[in-house]
């Protein structure tokens, strides 16, 4: 049912590394975009020039502006998708390049979370994620309810069988952390975002993203999306705004979302980061192939 599936990034890769990976002419397109936005937004088109919270703001736009390059330019090669899935953010890249939503809006949404950050440092909320590597789902579970109640600490996504992400207040994810590698977790460390998306805590700061959500018109994609939440192809404009109202604030699955869709027929798989985040910890089974931004390139 469907063959070529399209990953989009979440934030996280630092901007650095997504734009050394983009050709000449890649950069030219990005620039363009990337200067409009700002304009809009207020910001300094360059990064090092805003300070405070829209320092993070015009980092964290960097992945969307890329992504959108890259998904142009796969469609200007003739490769064009039957499905796509977000991670984290990437739900709102999906909605964008998908025609759900308008791009613009889709850096509204990235400059909502300045209030986020704001309502975080008045509450001297401190939060924070991990990766943890070594350990299934159901095993990380088990040892993490034994330590820490939900309030606390939460697996914010299972990314592959042997990768998590776990999220929650700063000291539960510092034990957490200790409490893995003790256990003879393969890798496991701190990410020092200062935030806990995909926890329940998130909805309290998110006031204006989830408002901002909920007015948002929205349109039937352009191709359907894969919920990364249940795990549902979302074809109507109700179910991307559902997708994106949950964004931030609740758990994925973004392994089970992946092998759902080798279940519909999914064999190729393209992961639009720029420097292949997904791809490193997304697992496919051995009659799938994931090309990453290198591969479609070349």
Known sequence: MFKKIFLFNGIGPSYEKLLAKLTPELMDKYTFYYETACIKLGLSKDIEKNHGYDSKIAQWLVPFICDRVIYEHCISKGITPDIGIGYSSGIVSASACFKAIPHEAAWDIVKSHRSMLIALDE?????????????SYDDLSELLSKEFSTDDLVIGSCNSTFHSMISGKASAVEKAIELCNNEGALKA??????????????????????????DLKYNDPEYPMMSVFDLTVLSTAEQVARENHLNVYTQMRWDLAIKELEKLGATEFFDLSANGSLSKFSRVGRKCKMYTFDDICS
């Open 189 to 214: 460390f701190r990410l020092n975002t200062g935030t806990a998306f995909h926890h329940s805590i998130m909805k309290k700061y998110s006031l204006e993203y989830i408002a901002y959500c909920n």
């Open 123 to 135: 509450a001297h909320e401190e939060l924070d994620t991990g990766i943890i590597v070594g350990f």
